[in-house]
């Protein structure tokens, strides 16, 4: 029979507490799989798709943090670790994933896009108007073109030096001649002479990858040089290349550069995630 209290509960009986949700072992997959599939999306979105779907991008990223804040929120409220867990990870792939992607499409794929939505022109005059060629991003130079080192001047700015120097061709005469292209490069040179960008030491080099700088540093730079040397004053605004030996694989290796740098970081970022799911089913599976 029931032993009551006056007021009606069952003698002995124990309050019934709710149990702590525990992780389970498929949840620490997901944990680490999940954040490092969106890491590695938002790091290939930003080095391959950026470039012309930048809004889109900006989009799968905010749309990545609130999913990250969803799985915190729901976490708390239902009183699942895991998911909480598993919504920090999220929220610190999109995190780091911003700032790698960025460092991807700047240092590699801006480049290589420019360099391959222009024209490629192979037998270039070094005398020819640079208006002819305005459209160009890969030059081919006529055999026995060069850099004129002894006509280069470097122009510091902010602790950088900007290094221009004129491309000529064979038998050149400079009381005819007005330098169109120039070779460029940045800290590779003296404030006169010393010219060294590119791949000035490769026997044979004759060609240039098109150098779109929009500060108007490298303009200065050869200003001063047309001062400095007395050259004949551009009647068209000049091109500027990085000089060097195979074009098509300056370009290929820009592609290479960036693909190499988002397997990497999305390599570590696995080895990361494995060991944040080590740490954290310690006190998960508890």
Known sequence: FDMRTSDGHLLGAKTMQPRK?????HDFLVIIFLPWLIFTLIVGLYA???????????????ASGLLALLFISMGGASGKPAQMALGFLVLTAVCVAVP????????????????DS???????SPRAPSSS??????????????????????????????CVAPIVGPATSWEHFTPQVWAVGKNC??????????DLGEVGAHSGVVKREGSGNYETAVRMAVSAYDLKTLANPPIFVRWTFDADAYKGNLWTGAITMAAVASGIHLVGSGAACLLLSRGLLR
């Open 133 to 162: 060629y305005a459209d160009a991003s890969m030059m081919d130079f006529e055999e026995g073109s060069f850099v004129d080192t002894q006509h280069s001047l470097g122009y510091m700015k902010l602790g950088e030096v900007f």
């Open 118 to 124: 222009g024209a490629d022109y192979h037998t270039v």
């Open 189 to 198: 040179c003296g404030q006169r002479g010393g010219f060294s960008c590119g």
């Open 48 to 62: 391959f798709a950026y470039e012309e779907f930048a809004p889109l991008v900006w989009a799968l990223v905010c």
């Open 100 to 115: 790698v992607g960025l460092v991807v499409e700047s240092n590699y794929m801006s480049e290589f896009w420019q360099v």
């Open 21 to 25: 949700a525990s992780a389970k072992p």
